[in-house]
Nanobody, 119 residues
Framework: QVQLGESGGGLVQSGGSLRLSCAVSGRTFSVYYVGWFRQAPGKEREFVARIRWSIGATYYVDSVKGRFTISRDNAKKTVYLTTHSLQPEDTDVYYC????????????WGQGTQVTVSS
């Protein structure tokens, strides 16, 4: 089992920044990717970014490239999503999730953290 817990969400003005944290615990040796996703009420969950747990390789959805940075601290077993130039359309619940190498989909999820960007 892998457990994930997000923190760092909040209310920020347009153009502001937040750093979201995802603490990863449990069988972390089985983690291949940790990803960040976001979801607004009534909308499908959207992939935002991912990081390969072992080597730190990253990948982003086009809409956040240049504004969001995913990183990890292996010693703290924490993955960060640093967000800049936030816009109202970035308002969502942000989730982190873990994917194991042998599994097709992300199968461990955190509870989410709310990010609200005011105009």
């Amino acid at each position: 089992q892998v457990q994930l817990g997000e923190s760092g969400g909040g209310l920020v003005q347009s153009g502001g920044s937040l750093r979201l944290s995802c603490a990863v615990s449990g069988r972390t040796f089985s983690v291949y990717y940790v990803g960040w996703f976001r979801q607004a009420p009534g909308k499908e969950r959207e992939f935002v970014a991912r990081i390969r747990w072992s080597i730190g390789a990253t990948y982003y959805v086009d809409s956040v490239k240049g504004r969001f940075t995913i990183s990890r601290d292996n010693a703290k077993k924490t993955v960060y999503l640093t967000t800049h130039s936030l816009q109202p359309e970035d308002t969502d619940v942000y989730y982190c999730a873990a994917k194991r190498a042998a599994v097709e989909n992300y199968d461990y999820w955190g509870q989410g953290t709310q990010v609200t960007v005011s105009s």
